[in-house]
């Protein structure tokens, strides 16, 4: 079965990450680029991971405990990752998790997880999550990096424009159908030129848009 691909606002949320190798370090990273609050749990880490910590420390949005995992971890927490070196332990927490109604994903073991951490490509706020349905991460990763060749840089540039010019088109256009024709417009002349316009700049194309429809 496919999994559906939610996406969710994480920005000051808090999730355990219960590991302290490469691939908590790894995932770590993705979540901390989300705005995640981020509990590490694990005997020991790795350098990347304490040098990780010392360079978020001060922000609050990262803390690390050497010790065990241990149930109180999964306190307040929207969701897990089970990253540890030890299967007895990942599906402990799995099983935990599970009985508490808490997302959990256990690394390399896709019938414990209640989600897949998806391979992700990331400009600014266009986000394409890719997954294999837990069948094949490597495959994942090989069409995450087709899709990054394909999005051109200045993406996020112009979805970061279009974005705040969306209310001014919505008081300027009355029509949904128009409005969408207008944004499509929008798109196509800066993938025609590879260019972004300023704000100002796109505001007047809106109002030529319709000045020539009038």
Do not use: W
């Amino acid at each position: 079965m496919s999994y559906f691909p939610f996406f969710i606002d994480l920005d000051g949320r808090e999730c355990l990450i219960a590991g302290g190798g490469n691939v908590a370090f790894r995932k770590a990273c993705t979540l901390l680029e989300f705005g995640a609050h981020i509990h590490m749990v694990a005997p020991d880490f790795s350098e990347d991971i304490v040098k990780l910590y010392e360079d978020n420390a001060e922000s609050g949005r990262m803390s690390i405990d050497r010790r065990l995992f241990c149930e109180d971890d999964l306190e307040d927490v929207l969701f897990v990752i089970a990253a540890t070196d030890n299967d007895v332990v990942n599906d402990r927490i799995s099983i935990m998790c599970r009985n508490r109604n808490i997302l959990v994903n256990v690394v390399d073991d896709k019938e414990k997880c209640g989600f897949y951490f998806p391979s992700i490509v990331k400009r600014g706020e266009i986000v394409v999550g890719v997954s294999s349905g837990g069948n094949s991460p490597v495959l994942a990763r090989n069409i995450r990096r087709s899709i990054e060749k394909t999005i051109p840089e200045y993406y996020e540039q112009m979805n970061e424009k279009l974005g705040n010019i969306r209310e001014f088109v919505k008081a300027t256009v009355r029509e949904e159908s128009d409005r969408k024709k207008c944004f499509e417009t929008l798109v196509s002349k800066c993938d025609e030129s590879g260019v972004v316009p300023d704000e100002e700049e796109m505001k007047k194309m809106v109002a030529e848009m319709f000045e020539e429809n009038d």
